[in-house]
C-alpha cells in the first residue's frame, strides 16, 4: 500500500497525493509531504524512492532490512532505522516480533517503509488527519509524532511482561511445575530481545536531541530528548524486570530443592523408624542354627506379645528421640 498526504500553510489542510506528483509537491519548502510505503515489494519502492534523489546504498539498506537502529546523515537528508516491536503469545509461551521501520526525514518531506503494517504509523496518521498541528509544525515535528507513538506503544507490552512475572512468581511458591521454568526462560529470551532493541534506538534518539542536524530545527530537540528519556526508563525497567525473572529461576530451583529434601528427609526417616523393626524380625527369624534343646517357651504367645509390642514401641521411642533432637 502506498499513501501519501500533503499539507500546504495556504490550504491548511491535509490532502492525498498521487505518486506521480511527488516531485511537483516538493517544489514548494513551506508544504509537507508524508509518503508511507506498506508491505510494498522492492520492484516497487525502489523508483519511489530514487526519485527523492537517496544515495543508492541507502535505498539498499531499507530494502534489505538490517534490522538494526542506526543514523545515517546524507547532508540533504536523514536516513533513520528502527524497530517496532510487538509481544504475541504462541501455546501460552511469550514471544517478541521485531519489525523494522526505515525513515528518509528531509526539508519538507518524511518518507516511511515498512513491511507489515504498524499501529503507530497507522495512529500518526490518522491523528494528522484529524488534527493539523501534528504535521504543520514541520517534518521533523511530524518525525517526532512517529517516533514518540511507536516508543509510547511499548508500554503496555511492558505491563504485560510484568504482569507475566507476577503471576510465575506466585506459581513458584504455590505449584511449581516444568511449565513454569518454561514460561520463565521464554520471558527472559523476550526481555533479551528489547533489550537488544532499546539499547540501540536510545543512541539513535540520543543523537537526534544532541546532535547538529541540518533537517532538525534546533528547538525540537527537546521532544526528541522526551523520547530518549522514555527509552532510557524502558531500559532500566528492562533491567529490573530481567533481574526479577533471574531471581524467579533461582527461587524456583531453590523451591523445587527444598521439596526433594524434604521428600529425602521423609523417606530417610521412614528407613530409619523401620531399621530396627527389620534388625528384630531379621534376628528372629534366623535359622542357621540348630538349637540343641528344646526352646519350645520361645514360640509360645507371650514371647509373640513381647516382640510385638517391641517392635510397634521401637520407632516411636525413635521418632521421639530424633524429634527431641530436631532432625524431625
Known amino acids: 500500500m502506498i499513501r501519501a498526504i500533503y499539507y500546504t ?12 506528483r511527488f516531485a511537483e509537491v516538493l517544489k514548494d519548502p513551506q508544504g509537507i509531504l508524508w509518503v508511507d510505503l506498506c508491505s510494498e515489494p522492492p520492484e516497487t519502492c525502489e523508483p519511489i524512492l530514487s526519485g527523492f534523489g537517496f544515495h543508492p546504498l541507502a535505498i539498499e539498506n531499507t530494502l534489505a532490512e538490517i534490522h538494526s537502529p542506526k543514523l545515517d546523515d546524507w547532508g540533504d537528508y536523514l536516513h533513520i532505522v528502527l524497530n517496532y516491536l510487538m509481544l504475541k503469545q504462541e501455546n501460552d509461551q511469550p514471544s517478541l516480533i521485531i519489525d523494522e521501520l526505515d525513515v528518509f526525514l528531509g526539508s519538507n518531506y518524511v518518507i516511511t517503509h515498512h513491511d507489515s503494517p504498524l499501529t503507530a504509523i497507522d495512529e500518526t496518521w490518522d491523528n494528522c488527519r484529524r488534527d493539523l498541528r501534528h504535521i504543520q509544525s514541520g517534518s521533523d515535528h511530524l518525525l517526532y509524532r512517529i517516533i ?8 503496555p507490552m511492558v505491563e504485560l511482561i510484568d504482569d507475566e512475572i507476577d503471576l510465575i512468581e506466585d506459581q513458584v511458591f504455590s505449584k511449581p511445575s516444568p511449565d513454569t521454568i518454561e ?3 521464554s520471558l527472559k529470551r523476550v526481555l533479551l530481545t528489547m533489550r537488544r532493541v532499546v539499547n540501540p534506538q536510545r543512541e539513535v534518539l540520543n543523537k537526534l536531541a544532541r546532535d547538529d542536524y541540518r533537517m ?3 528547538k525540537d530537540r527537546i521532544f526528541f530528548r522526551d523520547i530518549y528519556d522514555h527509552l532510557v526508563r524502558l531500559h532500566d ?7 526479577l525473572v533471574s531471581g524467579a529461576v533461582d527461587t524456583y530451583l531453590s523451591v523445587i530443592n527444598n521439596r526433594m529434601n524434604d521428600a529425602m528427609k521423609t523417606l530417610a526417616v521412614i528407613t530409619t523408624l523401620f531399621m530396627p523393626v527389620s534388625f528384630v524380625a531379621g534376628f528372629f527369624g534366623m535359622n542357621f542354627f540348630v538349637p540343641e534343646v528344646p526352646l519350645t517357651e520361645w514360640t509360645g504367645r507371650p514371647v509373640f506379645f513381647i516382640i510385638l509390642i517391641l517392635i510397634v514401641l521401637t520407632p516411636f521411642i525413635m521418632y521421639l528421640w530424633m524429634h527431641r533432637r530436631k532432625w524431625v
Open 183 to 185: 514460561r520463565l526462560f
Open 216 to 218: 532538525i530545527d534546533p
Open 148 to 155: 514518540d507513538t511507536l516508543v509510547m506503544s511499548y508500554m
Open 237 to 243: 525497567l528492562n533491567e529490573s524486570m530481567r533481574d
Open 9 to 20: 500553510p495556504a490550504a491548511k489542510r491535509c490532502t492525498e497525493i498521487p505518486v506521480g
